[in-house]
């Protein structure tokens, strides 16, 4: 395990293995160490019933707490290349208050060739120095939009509704305020009636947060051993 650290935006980073980033303000790893890309699919993308529900095509928006390394933006714009319609357009909306480097986004990804174009492309068009809204446009159906900044301030500032939402702070217990009660209130009133959540988290309080919210809330089996991770929705007495 290395110990080779980096700061970013006053937030320093370790790399574990080679290039696992470890966030050492929240004394956390920034995805699932057996494979976050795959966790991402079954997490993300299988919890909020993607890519099936792709197939409706119009507009589809997605918010995200907590942007990371960009890994659930690549493997989702992966996903969405292969199921798309003609004419369908995603927009991912991610909050995110300590943002990485281009450098480091492309080595906490390059593990995964999967998503080498992805990435590449990622890491291209990231500003050097990124403040308020980056605006990507990452190809004609495609934007991502990432708001630099507390979650709670750019949620409630953010315009429109969400169809769905990956819940991907920090571990609750490490990061508390992306899983607080306010938060999770506006995340719910930022999401379509019938719109969705999905989270690896499966602690107690953040179940009830949830709840009180408004979600109708589900346990699932987690990733790679991980009992249980939490999905849910808005305005619908019938789980995804």
């Not at 995603?90 to 060739?113: C, G, K, N, V």
């Not at 990507?136 to 939402?165: K, M, S, Y």
């Amino acid at each position: 395990m290395s110990d080779e650290i980096s700061e970013n935006g006053g937030e320093g980073l370790q790399w574990h293995e080679g290039d696992m980033p470890f966030s050492t303000q929240f004394g956390d790893h920034f995805y699932c160490r057996s494979d976050g890309r795959l966790e991402c699919g079954h997490v993300f993308l299988a919890g909020n019933g993607l890519p099936d529900r792709w197939e409706a095509g119009g507009e589809f928006r997605i918010g995200e707490l907590g942007f990371g390394t960009g890994l659930n933006f690549c493997e989702t714009w992966r996903q969405w290349k292969l199921n798309r319609k003609t004419g369908a357009t995603l927009h991912f909306t991610s909050f995110e208050l300590y943002p990485m480097r281009a450098q480091e986004i492309d080595r906490a990804l390059s593990h995964w060739s999967e998503i080498d174009d992805e990435r590449q492309a990622l890491v291209e068009a990231w500003p050097a120095d990124p403040q308020g809204r980056v605006e990507i446009v990452a190809d004609e159906q495609t934007r991502l939009t990432v708001v630099v900044g507390p979650a709670l301030e750019g949620v409630v500032g953010e315009p429109g509704d969400f169809d769905t939402w990956f819940l991907d702070g920090f571990a609750p217990s490490r990061n508390p305020d992306m899983w607080s009660p306010e938060l999770m209130r506006t995340v719910y009133d930022k999401t379509l009636t019938g719109g969705s959540f999905a989270t690896y988290a499966a602690a107690g309080f953040v179940r009830r947060n949830l709840q009180a919210a408004g979600f109708e809330v589900e346990r699932r089996p987690g990733f790679a051993g991980k009992r249980e991770m939490l999905c849910g929705q808005k305005g619908s007495r019938e789980m995804i």
